[in-house]
């Protein structure tokens, strides 16, 4: 499975931003996705988590409220909806994917078998 990732770029502190995630074939549908991030100089980070059929959510403590993932399996995409951007949100996102849904929420690195490019996200103070 090929994941692109795009709607990254440039915002204020407080501006939204709709980050996509497009899968290549259909068999993304049943599967869990997810979305890390990864500053300069750290590890890559968990950020959200949507079980297969988009039932289940999952986030880490510094995104709850701010951040809504989502999925439109018609599509085969997954979203990561992120409002009141701070500057420490900033770092290249990353979307993944992984089959293992019994699994569910997976917030590992490990734990995934598909991974996209990374799209930047960038937020100013």
């Known amino acids: 499975v090929q994941l692109v990732e795009s709607g990254g770029g440039f915002m204020q502190s407080g501006g939204s931003l709709r980050l996509s995630c497009a899968a290549s074939?259909?068999?993304?549908?049943?599967?869990?996705g997810a979305w890390f991030r990864q500053a300069p100089g750290k590890e890559r980070d968990f950020v959200a988590a949507?079980?297969?059929?988009?039932?289940?959510?999952f986030y880490t403590d510094s995104v709850k409220g701010r951040f809504t993932i989502s999925r439109d399996n018609a599509k085969k995409t997954v979203y990561l909806q992120m409002n009141s951007l701070k500057p420490e949100d900033t770092a290249v996102y990353y979307c993944a994917a992984d089959p293992k849904i019994a699994r569910f929420p997976q917030t590992h690195v490990g734990e995934y078998d598909y991974w996209g490019q990374g799209t930047q996200v960038t937020v100013s103070s």
């Open positions: 949507i079980n297969w059929n988009g039932g289940r959510t």
């Open positions: 074939e259909r068999t993304f549908t049943v599967y869990n």
